[in-house]
C-alpha cells in the first residue's frame, strides 16, 4: 500500500517560504553591500577586498578605483586613482569584513579590464 503525499501538508508551507522569501530580499536592499577591491599599488602592496553595506545607487556591486575611474572619466589616470582612492576612504566605517586582494573581483568593477600599478 502507497500513501499519497498530502497536498495540505506541502501548501501550508508555501506563506512560510514566500514571507522568508521576501524577508531576505528586503533585508538585502536595505543593507545594500557591495564590493570593494583596491588592487595592489603603492599605498595598499598587498591589495585589499572588502564588503560594505550601504552602497549608494550611482555605485556598482563590484567597485574600484579604477572602475570608478573608468565610470566617471572613461579612462584611469593616476590622479583619478588617488581621488577615489581617497573617495573610498568614507567607507571606512561601514566594512562589514576585509579580505586578501581578490582578482577576480578587481575584473568585475572594471569590466574585464587590467591597468597597471
Known amino acids: 500500500m ?8 506541502s501548501s501550508r508551507y508555501i506563506p512560510i517560504l ?8 528586503a533585508g538585502w536592499f536595505l543593507v545594500r553591500p557591495g564590493v570593494f577591491t583596491i588592487q595592489p599599488i603603492g599605498a595598499v602592496p598587498e591589495g585589499v577586498t572588502f564588503i560594505y553595506h550601504s552602497r549608494g545607487p550611482d555605485i556598482p556591486f563590484f567597485a574600484s578605483p579604477d572602475g570608478l575611474c573608468l565610470k566617471m572619466q572613461g579612462s584611469v ?3 583619478c586613482r588617488s581621488a577615489a582612492l581617497s573617495g573610498s576612504s568614507e567607507l571606512a566605517d561601514r566594512i562589514i569584513i576585509r579580505l586578501p586582494y581578490n582578482h577576480w573581483a578587481y575584473l568585475q568593477s572594471t569590466g574585464g579590464m587590467e591597468f597597471d600599478e
Open 77 to 79: 589616470s593616476l590622479f
Open 18 to 25: 514566500t514571507s522568508l522569501v521576501v524577508i531576505i530580499f
Open 2 to 9: 502507497t500513501e499519497k503525499p498530502n497536498k495540505k501538508r
